[in-house]
């Protein structure tokens, strides 16, 4: 009857005076299911709103053991402290493009470099960017340690290793937050 009259769930639940608590979220979820012949078109603001779409369960992927926390530890205290981060920013959802973002942690340099997708190819055509301006020594000295997510994009960790101009104990692909 309160909907009928116009009123809010939330005016609802503050009005009702039974032995029940009612919450304005008890009311959406009754009104959701239907109750008492009760049906979104009889609350005002939830007709003009769309559903939430809910993000698909992304798969994990699988990473070397030179990708743990323990293996960027084991580098020692001076190559940890002069690591680079390296993620992914993505844009809009319409637009694909996205950049590829390497941040010094000492200097807090950080590089921009775009991306087409975000994919383990256009990352790997992005740091062939970097070596072709810094040369093969240029990438080993500057890039001795980086730390990335387990996203896909970063999965082909051999191809970022051999553009960066490492080996397997100067690079660790690490985690970070």
Request: hydrophobic residues 40%.
């Amino acid at each position: 009857d309160c909907l009928r009259r116009g009123l809010s769930p939330e005016q609802m639940a503050a009005r009702n005076g039974g032995p029940v608590d009612l919450s304005p979220s008890t009311i959406y979820r009754w009104v959701s299911a239907g109750y008492d012949g009760m049906t979104n078109m009889e609350l005002r603001r939830k007709v003009g709103y769309r559903p939430r779409k809910r993000a698909a369960g992304r798969a994990a992927t699988r990473h070397s053991a030179r990708r743990s926390h323990a293996a960027f530890l084991a580098l020692g205290e001076d190559a940890c402290a002069a690591a680079w981060e390296m993620d992914t920013v993505e844009g809009a959802r319409e637009d694909s493009a996205c950049l590829l973002t390497l941040l010094h942690r000492p200097s807090r340099l950080q590089l921009a470099l775009p991306l087409e997708e975000k994919t383990a190819g256009c990352v790997a055509d992005a740091l062939e960017g970097v070596r072709a301006i810094l040369g093969a020594d240029g990438t080993r000295r500057v890039f001795r340690a980086v730390l990335t997510d387990n996203g896909a994009e970063f999965s082909d960790e051999a191809a970022i290793a051999a553009l960066l101009g490492c080996f397997s104990q100067q690079l660790n692909l690490g985690f970070h937050d």
